[in-house]
Structure formats: C-alpha cells, structure tokens
C-alpha cells in the first residue's frame, strides 16, 4: 500500500526507546522464556474459551443422533460417527435449500446493509467534522441508536413496521413488513443501517480529525474546490481507519442474529440467517447439524477477514503502521540512540532522586 | 533481582493454577460424555424425601406461590423452592433439557408445556406417574389426554385453555341474526349481512393467529379438526394428506383468497388481533380466554365493551374442535427426593388447591366442576362457554420432536395461506415431512 499515513502526534517525537528491531538480534535465551511465561496465560485463557468451543463444535459436528424411537416408544438414544456427512447435507434436499438460502441472505445483508452503513456513515462523519454550534451535542446523539441494545431497537422498529404502524401510515401505504417477502429483508436493512451507521461515521470521524488542518490550507490555495478535497485529501487519509471499521461492521453483519429475529421472527425464509439457522438445529436438539452449521459460518467469515486483511489491507493490529513508522524512524534512532539512551538514564536518576 | 524473582513465582503459580483449571474443566467434558453413552435407568419407585425445587414459568397473579407457601408451612422438611423460568416458552424448554442432559438433580418438579409432553416422555427426562397420583375421571378429558404418553400419565394436569370465538353482538342484532354462527358458512352469511351495515363500514369478517409462529399451528390444527380431519393420527402417524385436511386447510386459504380476513392478518398474533377487534375493526375473531378482560374493560380502552359475546370456534358442520393449551407439572427421573416431588404434585394439582388458585388468577383449572361454580362465574364470564370449548379438545399434535413438526406445518400452513403454494402441494410437502419426522 502506498498511502502515507498520517502518524499518530507524538510517535515521532519523544519515543525514548525504539521498540523492536534494533535489539531484535541480541535477545538472550532466558528473555525467551520469559516471554512465553508471560504470554502463558494469556494463551491458555485464549485456549479455554476460543480453541476448545472450537475443536469442540468441529468434533460435534462430525456426530448425529439418531431419532428412531423404540418399541415402547421410547428414545433410543445413539449419537453415531458420521464423518463428513453433516457437511455433505448441506447441499442437498432441504436442509441444502435452507442453509443455501440462510447463506444467500447472510451474505446479501452484509452487502447492502455494510455499503449502505459506509456510506451514511462517510456523511455523518463529514457533518460532525464540521464546526458549527452544538456539535458535541450532534455527536452524543448520533450514538444513541448504537447504544440501545439490538433486541430492544429491534422490538422499536417491530412496532414501526406493524401493518397499523408509523411506517406504513408515513407512506400511505399497506406493506406487510413483517410477513414473509422482500418487504421483511428492506425492514431487516433500514432498522440494521439505522443502527450501525454511527459505528462507522464515529470511527472515520477519528480518523479525520488527524488530517491535518494545513493539508486543506495548501488545497485551498491551490484552488481545490470541496469535492476535490475530498476525493484527493480525506478520503485517501481516511482509508486505514475506513477499512478497519468496515471490517469490523462485516465480520459483525455476518453472524447477524437478534435484529431479524426480534423483529421479522424466528423461521422467516426471507431473512434466516446462518446463525439463526444454527440457533434453530441446536433448539431441535439436532447438534450435529447446528455445529455444522456453526462451523460453515465460522470459515466464511474467517475467509472474509483474511480476503479483507490480505487484498484490501485493512491494518488491523496496527502493525503495519508501526512498521512503516519503524523503518522511517530506525536511522534516526540509530544516529539519536547514545543521545536517548543518555536521556533516560539523566531522567532515570532524577525520578530515583526523587522518590528517595 | 529479588523483586525480578519473586514475579517468576507469580507467573509460574498462575500459569498452574489455569492449567489445573484447564484439566479440571476438560475433565468436566469427558464426564458428561461418559454419562451420556450409558443406558438410563428407570426409575419407578417414588423414593426419598427431602427438599425440592420447583421449576416453572413465572405465575404473575402470585396463585402458585401461595399453594407453594402453603406446602411449606406443613412440610418444613420437604421444603419446596420456586425457580422461575424466561417468560419465552423456547427458553424454557431449552433450560429443561439441557439440565436433562446433564442429568441434573436441580430441577426436581417441572412445570411442561402440554405440547413438550411426548418429547419429555420419549427421552425419559420424567417418570411415569402412578395410576392413582391424579383423580383424572375429574378432569376434562383432553387435559388428561394432553398429559399421557403411549398410555400412560407422564404429567399431572395443572392449568388448560381453549380457543374462544368472539363476536360483535350489537352488530349481529343489528344484522337481525339470532344466533351466533355455528359453522363457516354462516360465519360468510352473517359477516355479508353485517359488512353491507352502514355502522360497519371498512370492518373485516374474521381473523386468528396466522403470522409465522406456534400460533399458526393452532389455528392450522383447529381448521383441520374443525373439517373432522386430524393432522396426526392415534398411533402418531401424519394425516394431512387427506379431504379433510384439505377443507380445512381451504377454509384459511380461501378466507384470504376472498377478503374474509384483513389482508394484513397474515402478521397477526394474539395482541394484534385483539388490537384490530378491540378497535371495532373485525365481526369475528379466534383468540384465547385471557383477551376477554382487556376487551371488557371500561377504561375507554376498549370501543367493544358490552358490545361482544363469546362462543365455541365455528367449524364445517357443526361447532368447530378448539386445540389445547395449558401446562402440566411432571417429576424429573434425576431428583434425589421423589417421594417428596409426588407428594407435592398430588398436592398441587389436588381439586382443593386448584380452586384456591381461583380466587387470584385466571388460568382455567382443569377440574370441570368448577367452571360450573357460580360465584367463580360472576368473576370469570367466560368460564362456561370455555368448558364447552374445551370439551370438544383436541391436543396439538403428540409427537416427540415437536419442534420439528410444529416448525413444519408452519412453514407449508403459511405457504398456503400467503399463497406461495396451492393446498395441495402444501400439505402433501407437509405430509412428506412430518413422515421423515415422525419416523
């Protein structure tokens, strides 16, 4: 990626000690193992509560219980190795139309409803970059609809889409919203967009207000007009933060659950998605199948984040700004190390002077 | 150094602490799985006595917490503790299986959904009851029925309800029609008697539950009884391919194929239904007894006070067959203390109990006779026209997995009824797959 980012005020100036590379090649064995001693249970927390339930789910959906019933009616209670098949059901007959129907409709509202938050989001975020009076006020509210948990803003748009509801008495018209039909999956979207969007316009407006202000100074005096700072100046500056917040609204979009649930309802072919789908095998005691399904959804959007990390770039952990910031900075350092190092030791002795 | 030393031991002390913790949980797993694979035994005795927990949805009229008190100031032994449940019936049942599963001796008395009753039974999550733990020939048959698996009684019948038929009686008397109507094609007589009045201007005929919810498979049920259909036979084998089912199935199709119904019904549950009746927007609506205060109230809540009646759900040739509704308390196999959770069963749902219930909520017991007494009838209006309706019963399919089925006969019901399938091929996709299901 050739974008230049706009460091962070202050990382350039006044890092005392270069993190990483420089004293990459001298670590000693015994720093090592105190590193893994400190990662450890870091890694054992991450063990317990992310690759068990995995391995577990993977494990479990290798298995099916069988339902036959007894003579006296009773269960016969067999959960037998399937191997592969729970995977192979998902393609044919009609747990294969469900899942492929609950995978068109995941995929479909990650689109719309993440184009649709971007770009609302983009607006909002360029309205309160703005100075004008009450903007903090402006701000707060615009997090509200993000605050109000899901279930509940779900139950809210219920009542605007009910067939004597706001929605169709503001149109003047009488659409079902919540029955069965593309009526529903529009419901699904507005409520979901309406939601979200300030997710993405507070975190590109933090990534705006890092331009700074000369950038605009100089295209101004160049003679940009405001479309032209856009396109060549915020938008370029904001790209980083945009992509992580996208990312982030995907990978969230994707396992997308309690908005339709609460407010279309459970079972729904319209707007099933892979986690509701998942949430109803598991409730027919069918566990084999809803890990399995579990499972599908998992590798997609593990397959989203890594296309999205891998082609678009979206830098996530920060490390590749760090990088970036490393390399520019490490002949600097190198010249300034004896100097620094000097320093702290000058500052390290009066902080010890000063706390005896 | 000695600072740097001691945060080794630390670290060394926490990393083994969690890794003891890792194995004990990983333990945990290996156990349950264990469990799971060896045969369960049957327990038949009622042994034991001790304290019990009682797991139930939430009694907001405080009725259950009486009786409860009542048990516990003669048996301060065999203490009995309230658990209550979500309000949403899926995560109740969710919440009793998994402590099934896990073989919990948690849960000792459960209060069931009439309609889980077969698949609790079949996976022996409750014991058989004695033959002499309830007076059944007091009870309404259907509850009885509602609570009996394979031939026996896996189920103490608690509370019931039915489905009512309410009706605009000043509209009817306008309409100069005499009585309420019977079948469905009175209903169609009356309503374009009624509709053509000028004070019933923009109304609708009738309307139930039809969105896509357990609510569509009882007025699903219903119709299909209605027509002399079943949608599952005795034996528990699926009989929706049938000319009965087919009439039934008819009757809501073609009540939205011709206009019977509000065309937004398709999103109707209960309270949208009371809404639109309690607006003064519909002659005849299907819901349930417990509407029957809300439409009566004298607030100015409600533009139908006074002005509506109630009867038995209409059907083809006669008086329609309403479904069954209401819960039954059962004893888990895993309880320590049976003696005591049969004791307190018998107790609870004893005739004496039930009728004291009365007096603080309106959940309709299941002994007949006292529907029949007048002053719970000056309280509760409704109470005769319920027994008449609950007498001609019929459970809700007895299947063990009900929650396929049920999710089934939604599916191809709505279908039907939004038009995306003709009756035909709807019921027979639904016959195809309450076969797989029922197997």
Redesign the interface.
């Known amino acids: 990626m050739t974008t230049t980012t706009a460091p962070p005020a202050g990382a350039q100036t006044g890092t005392p000690h270069a993190p990483g590379p420089r004293r990459r090649g001298k670590r000693s064995p015994g720093e090592g193992r105190m590193a893994a001693m400190l990662l450890s249970p870091t890694i054992l927390v991450l063990a317990l509560v992310i690759v068990y339930p995995l391995l577990s789910a993977v494990h479990q959906s290798l298995f099916r219980a069988e339902s036959g019933l007894d003579a006296d009616g009773f269960v016969s209670d067999v959960e037998s190795f399937v191997g592969l098949a729970n995977y192979a059901d998902l393609f044919v007959g009609e747990s294969g139309r469900r899942f492929l129907n609950a995978f068109a409709n995941t995929t479909f509202f990650t689109v719309t409803t993440v184009f649709l938050e971007t770009v609302l989001g983009l607006c909002l975020a360029l309205a309160m970059n703005r100075a004008f009076r009450g903007r903090s006020f402006l701000r707060a509210s615009i997090l509200v609809p993000w605050a109000v948990p899901t279930a509940v803003s779900g139950l809210l748009w219920r009542w605007i889409f009910q067939s004597d509801g706001i929605a169709n008495n503001l149109l003047g018209s009488e659409i079902l919203w919540t029955a069965e039909g593309n009526a529903s999956r529009v419901a699904v979207i507005i409520a979901e967009v309406w939601k979200t969007a300030p997710f993405i316009g507070l975190l590109v407006l933090a990534g705006m207000q890092v331009i700074p202000g000369e950038v605009y100074e100089a295209a101004r005096i160049d003679g940009a007009g405001w479309w032209r700072q856009l396109g060549s100046i915020t938008l370029p500056l904001v790209k980083p933060t945009l992509l992580v917040a996208v990312l982030f609204r995907m990978l969230d979009a994707l396992r997308m659950f309690d908005l339709p649930f609460v407010l279309i309802g459970p079972g729904k072919e319209s707007v099933e998605t892979l986690s509701m789908l998942a949430w109803d095998e598991s409730n027919q005691l069918r566990y084999g199948s809803a890990s399995a399904f579990a499972v599908m959804l998992f590798l997609y959007v593990a397959v989203v984040a890594i296309v999205f990390v891998k082609v678009l770039g979206a830098d996530v952990t920060g490390a590749k700004e760090l990088k970036l910031l490393s390399k520019k900075t490490a002949r600097k350092n190198r010249l300034a190390a004896s100097q620094t190092q000097a320093n702290t030791e000058v500052s390290d002795q009066k902080k010890a002077e000063a706390t005896r | 150094m000695r600072q740097r030393r001691r945060t ?1 031991q630390t ?2 002390a ?2 083994a602490s ?2 003891v ?2 194995v004990a ?2 333990g945990c ?1 290996g156990t349950a799985t264990d469990a ?1 694979s060896t ?2 035994a049957a327990a038949a005795s009622f042994e034991g006595k001790g304290p019990i927990n009682y797991v139930s949805n939430r009694d907001a009229s405080g009725a259950a917490n009486k009786t409860i008190e009542e048990w516990n100031a003669a048996h301060p032994e065999e203490k009995v503790t309230f658990i209550e449940l979500p309000d949403s019936a ?1 995560q109740q049942r ?1 919440q009793l ?1 998994q402590n099934a599963q896990i073989k919990s001796d948690t849960f000792s008395v459960l209060n069931l959904d009439v309609v889980w009753t077969s698949e609790f ?4 999550w409750i014991l058989p009851l004695p033959a002499d733990a309830v007076p059944t020939d007091k009870m309404i048959p259907a509850t009885v029925n509602a609570a009996t ?2 031939d026996s009684l896996v189920g103490a019948p608690y509370y019931t309800d039915g489905a009512l038929f309410y009706f605009r009686s000043d509209l009817l008397q306008a309409a100069g029609i005499a009585a309420p109507p019977k079948t469905w094609d009175e209903m169609k007589t009356a309503c374009k008697a009624i509709l053509a009045l000028p004070e019933a201007a923009g109304m609708s005929c009738y309307t139930g539950q039809f ?3 357990e609510a569509l498979t009882v007025n699903f049920s219903e119709a299909v009884a209605s027509a002399g259909g079943t949608v599952v036979d005795a034996d528990g084998k699926p009989t929706v391919n049938t000319p009965e089912a087919k009439e039934g199935l008819n009757l809501l199709v073609d009540g939205f194929k011709d206009g019977l119904f509000p ?2 019904a ?2 109707y549950l209960e309270e ?1 239904g009371r ?2 009746f309690q607006d003064g927007k519909l002659v005849f609506m299907r819901n349930w007894p417990f509407l029957h205060a809300s439409l009566s109230a004298t607030d100015g809540s409600s533009k139908v006070n006074g002005k509506f009646n109630i009867t038995s759900i209409p059907g083809t040739d006669g008086p329609g067959v309403s479904t069954l509704g209401g819960r039954s308390l059962a004893i888990s196999p895993f309880t320590p203390n049976k003696a005591t959770a049969l004791e307190f069963v018998k107790f609870f749902t004893s005739e004496e109990q039930a009728q004291k219930r009365l007096a603080l909520s309106s959940r309709a017991p299941v002994y007949a006779s006292l529907f029949e007494d007048p002053a719970v009838v000056a309280k509760r209006p409704f109470f005769p026209t319920l027994l008449t309706s609950l007498n001609n019963a019929q459970p809700r399919p007895k299947v ?2 009900y ?2 089925t049920t ?1 089934a006969i ?2 191809e019901a ?1 279908a039907a009824i ?1 038009g ?1 399938k003709d009756t035909d091929t709807a019921l027979k996709d639904m016959q195809a ?1 309450l076969t797989e299901l029922t197997k």
């Open positions: 080794w670290l060394l926490t990393t969690l890794t913790a890792a949980l990983t797993g799971k045969p369960k899926d969710q299986i039974a079949a996976n022996k698996y394979r969105d896509k919810n065309s937004d398709i999103t949208q809404r639109a063990v997995q929650g396929a999710k939604q599916e709505y939004t995306a797959k």
